[in-house]
């Protein structure tokens, strides 16, 4: 789907959540700083063979461990010879998600890579799936919260989104 096909309307139109569901997402915890663990594997599963990725597109929360987790990630994604097509940032709390998520999906990366605390992430999310052709099967996220201190070692593996 061509964000560029939809008329002015639509793309206005807000996939906001409802403020019992956004409640929720807000009532979550901050996310916890990425570890070396956490890139190492979300760069093994970025290289691997089959997922075919070469350019991706860095999107996270405003927050000072989404932050560092996405700048760590793309010194490593360009160091080991990736592309970076662009880096969007966005705040928790917004009035439309229009525009970040049409930088974030502008130059048809062959993956999104996500550090994001909850609530912004799933009210981005909502306005990718409306207005843009982001896949969900192509993005991957630092995991968001604080490690499970009962497992051991502790477990927090990356995220990729869809089946």
Same mark, same amino acid.
């Given at each position: 789907?061509?964000?560029?096909?939809?008329? !002015?309307?639509? =793309? !206005?139109?807000?996939? +906001?959540?409802? @403020?019992?569901?956004?409640?929720? &997402?807000?009532?979550?915890?901050?996310?916890?700083?990425?570890?070396?663990?956490?890139?190492?594997? +979300?760069?093994?599963?970025?290289?691997?063979?089959?997922?075919?990725?070469?350019? #991706?597109?860095?999107?996270?929360?405003?927050? @000072?461990?989404?932050?560092?987790?996405?700048?760590? &990630?793309?010194?490593?994604?360009?160091?080991?010879?990736?592309?970076?097509?662009?880096?969007?940032?966005?705040?928790?709390?917004?009035?439309?998600? +229009?525009?970040?998520?049409?930088?974030?999906?502008?130059?048809?990366?062959?993956?999104?890579?996500?550090?994001?605390?909850? =609530?912004?992430?799933?009210?981005?999310?909502?306005?990718?799936?409306?207005?843009?052709?982001?896949?969900?099967?192509?993005?991957?996220? &630092?995991?968001? +919260?604080?490690?499970? /201190?009962?497992?051991?070692?502790? #477990?927090?593996?990356?995220?990729?989104? /869809?089946?």
């Amino acid at each position: 789907m061509d964000a560029k096909r939809w008329s !002015a309307r639509e =793309l !206005a139109r807000s996939p +906001l959540m409802p @403020a019992a569901q956004a409640a929720r &997402f807000a009532e979550m915890p901050p996310p916890a700083p990425h570890t070396e663990a956490d890139l190492r594997s +979300l760069l093994a599963l970025l290289t691997a063979p089959a997922a075919a990725v070469s350019t #991706v597109a860095v999107g996270h929360s405003r927050d @000072a461990a989404s932050r560092a987790a996405a700048e760590a &990630f793309v010194a490593a994604w360009q160091a080991g010879g990736g592309t970076v097509v662009a880096v969007v940032d966005w705040p928790e709390q917004a009035a439309s998600w +229009l525009r970040p998520a049409l930088r974030l999906t502008a130059q048809d990366p062959d993956a999104w890579v996500i550090a994001a605390a909850p =609530l912004g992430w799933a009210q981005l999310s909502r306005r990718l799936r409306l207005s843009t052709d982001w896949n969900p099967r192509r993005t991957y996220a &630092f995991p968001p +919260l604080e490690p499970d /201190g009962d497992a051991d070692p502790p #477990v927090r593996p990356p995220y990729r989104s /869809g089946p």
